[in-house]
């Protein structure tokens, strides 16, 4: 059973950095993709960062320059790196999963391009 669990959301102030990660089990996870996603109240989930096998990495406009996605492979992880976070940071975040036979494939903003999902951690950014 594959499962992505994310972790490291909580309630900071806008300034502040967060580090969120995601846990992949059930899956081999170098043949993967990830993404991270977010969905504000009232809004819906939009792209934040993907990462491909080979470590290539993608950015939504919104956050590039302030965010990092990485990954390590050996311990099938995916991490979020947050700094000067923002009150419109916001979110529930998700990590994702994206199958590829191409280790140079970065995800893309399509949800439906990828095939595994968490549950999501809240970050709430006070202003």
């Known amino acids: 059973q594959v499962q992505l669990v994310e972790s490291g959301g909580g309630l900071v102030q806008a300034g502040d950095s967060l580090r969120l990660s995601c846990a992949a089990s059930?899956?081999?996870?170098?043949?993967?993709?990830m993404g991270w996603f977010r969905q504000a109240p009232g809004k819906e989930r939009e792209f934040v960062a993907s990462?491909?096998?080979?470590?290539?990495?993608a950015y939504a406009d919104s956050v590039k320059g302030r965010f990092t996605i990485s990954r390590e492979n050996a311990k099938k992880m995916a991490y979020l790196q947050m700094n000067s976070l923002k009150p419109e940071d916001t979110a529930i975040y998700y990590c994702?999963?994206?199958?590829?036979?191409?280790?140079?494939?970065?995800?893309?903003?399509?949800?439906?391009?990828?095939?595994?999902w968490g549950q999501g951690t809240q970050v709430t950014v006070s202003s």
């Open positions: 994702a999963a994206d199958f590829s036979d191409n280790a140079y494939y970065t995800p893309g903003d399509v949800e439906a391009d990828y095939d595994y």
């Open positions: 059930g899956l081999t996870f170098s043949t993967y993709g």
């Open positions: 990462i491909s096998r080979a470590g290539h990495t």
